[in-house]
């Protein structure tokens, strides 16, 4: 593959701004999620992979103060591939946002994470967050953890957009 022509075209510099016109946000959503699909190999390592997505989402989307993952190993989930501020390093299920989703096999998204019974707060600027399982073959592979320095930062445009995301990466994992 090559990769000068995507690097290029990234957008980088937070240039999918965060617009409260749907129309425009779906088609920055979108060029987002061709932009990620250019960068997903399944001849690459998964730790590659998951750590260019982090990269691009964090890099790609403003008003968001961490993008990474955290890993299911079986009992507990523990800190992968991330962008942002050092984090917790391991998650109950059950637990905190990330814990939940992965417990209920669900995308939950916090408007303020002050509100949400049993945050972990990882990092006190996070004041809101967006946690979408991964999946694949109805097992838990880990969850995908974005978080805002804004209250109310996510929305269901969002939750569309980072759910299509998660699904072109369990599409290439093996």
Request: with cysteine; aromatic share 10%.
């Amino acid at each position: 593959m090559n990769f000068t022509n995507l690097l290029y075209n990234f957008p980088g510099d937070n240039m999918f701004i965060h617009s409260e016109n749907e129309e425009l946000r779906t088609k920055i959503n979108n060029s987002f999620l061709e932009t990620l699909k250019g960068y997903l190999d399944s001849k690459l390592p998964v730790v590659t992979n998951l750590a260019n997505m982090s990269a691009i989402i964090f890099a790609s989307f403003q008003e968001i103060n961490w993008a990474g993952f955290y890993l299911f190993n079986g009992q507990n989930l523990y800190l992968g591939p991330f962008q942002g501020l050092p984090a917790c390093v391991e998650i109950a299920i059950g637990s905190g946002v990330c814990g939940t989703s992965a417990l209920k096999r669900e995308t939950i998204v916090v408007k303020d994470t002050h509100a949400f019974t049993g945050h972990i707060a990882c990092d006190s600027n996070s004041l809101s967050e967006i946690v979408i399982p991964i999946i694949k073959n109805n097992a838990l592979i880990g969850v995908l953890d974005i978080d805002s320095p804004v209250i109310n930062r996510f929305d269901e445009i969002d939750k569309f957009t980072f759910e299509k995301a998660v699904n072109l990466l369990v599409d290439i994992l093996v």
